[in-house]
Structures are given as C-alpha cells and as structure tokens.
C-alpha cells in the first residue's frame, strides 16, 4: 500500500493552522498513524487510528478521515511544532510510511 | 514510564553481519508485537519488520528478506535485529518501536555498511 503526503513542504507562520493529507493507494480502514520528528531526534507518535491522540499529546494536533482520504490538522502553531511529519498505515504488510511533510517558519 | 533502549550499532562492512537489540522496560514486553523502522541518512522512514507478541509471527520488508532476522527474548524484555549480508544501501539510523503502530520508539543506533 502506498502513503502519498502532501504537501511535501509547507511554510506557515506562528498561530496558523494547517492541514496535511496522507492518501493511501488503497482502503486502509482507519489504521493510519502519525509521527513527528524533530532533527536528530526519534519520532514521536501523535495520533494512532486515525483520529485518536496519544497519551500527554496536546489537543492541538486533530486527525481525520478514515479508507483512503486522511488529515493532521495543527492549530495555534508553536516554534516547537515545526518539523516533519509522517503518515503510516498499519493496515496491512508491508507497513508503509508517507514520504513525510517539512514544515517550516514562514 | 515506557523505555526502549537500543545497543548494538557501528561499522560493518560489506557483507558482513550485524545484530541491533533494544530493551524495554515500563510495560509488559510479552503482551506486544514490536516493530523495527529505518532511516537512511537524509531519508524517510521505511518499515523493516516486525514480530508478533510471543514471536510467533513475523513479517519484513522486501529489501532485507532472507538477509535480517527479527527475534525477541521476552524472558529478558529484549527484541533483536540480527542483520546478515549487509549492503551499503542497509545503512541507516535503526529505530525500534512498541506495536505495529509504534507507539513509543528507542533512541535510534546507527549502522554503517562500508569498506
């Protein structure tokens, strides 16, 4: 199953919110992940069945969707929120990551 | 507090074999199926296997079939990459992660394939 993010890159300012998608290539139920990773550093889950937050994960970070259409939504961002993000379906194997989504200070 | 903590990396070369652990500690390690990812330097994440809670099941990517191994010792709350018949292109910051969904992840240890 493939993972298209996009955009790959986005610039945005403190206090936007932004969006970004993740389509699989195939209906994936709501088994899709998301993760932060800030440089040098290991990724971070941030939401896990779609829409589901993880534990101590700030209610700013929202996930949708749900087959083969999803989102992470970001609201109020925060210099700490700027890094890329990964999408992963868990689906079915071979797990498959999204190519990621740089986000960046405007 | 979950902790996975990861050893084993460093420079290979060649052809050679190479085996990554990671600990863990803070849950029930046999209650889990526990996944290992990847990233090549300056590259996304690729899923490279994964093993079920008890080991009786394990899956991995196609790159790596028939070259890596996955196993676990969940009398010492251990799991293993045991990576044969390294390439260059195997090298990458190894991560290990709780779950198919990896919901918490080791600090990441490097392995390097080179002469």
């Known amino acids: 199953i493939q993972m298209t993010q996009s955009p790959s890159s986005l610039s945005a300012s403190i206090g936007d919110r932004v969006t970004i998608t993740c389509r699989a290539s195939?209906?994936?139920?709501?088994?899709l992940a998301w993760f932060q990773q800030k440089p040098g550093k290991a990724p971070k889950s941030l939401i896990y069945?779609?829409?589901t937050l993880q534990s101590g994960v700030p209610s700013k970070f929202s996930g949708s969707g749900s087959g083969t259409d999803f989102g992470l939504t970001i609201s109020n961002l925060q210099p700490e929120d700027f890094a890329i993000y990964y999408c992963?379906?868990?689906?079915?194997?071979?797990?498959?990551f999204g190519q990621g989504t740089r986000l960046q200070i405007k | 507090e979950v902790q996975l903590l990861q050893s084993g990396g460093g420079l290979v070369q060649p052809g050679g074999s190479l085996t990554v652990s990671c600990e863990a500690s803070?849950?029930?390690?046999?209650?889990?199926?526990m996944t290992w990812v990847r990233q090549a330097p300056g590259k996304g994440l690729e899923w490279v296997s994964v093993?079920?809670?008890?080991?009786?099941?394990?899956y991995y990517t196609d790159s790596v079939k028939g070259r890596f191994t996955i196993s676990r010792d969940d009398s010492k709350n251990t799991l293993f990459l045991q990576m044969n018949s390294l390439r260059p292109e195997d090298t990458a910051i190894y991560f290990c992660?709780?779950?198919?969904?990896?919901?918490?992840w080791g600090q990441g240890i490097l392995v390097t394939v080179s002469s």
């Open positions: 992660g709780r779950g198919r969904a990896a919901d918490y």
């Open positions: 803070g849950f029930t390690f046999s209650n889990y199926a």
């Open positions: 093993i079920s809670g008890g080991g009786d099941a394990t």
């Open positions: 195939q209906g994936i139920n709501n088994y």
């Open positions: 069945a779609a829409s």
């Open positions: 992963q379906q868990y689906h079915s194997y071979p797990i498959t």
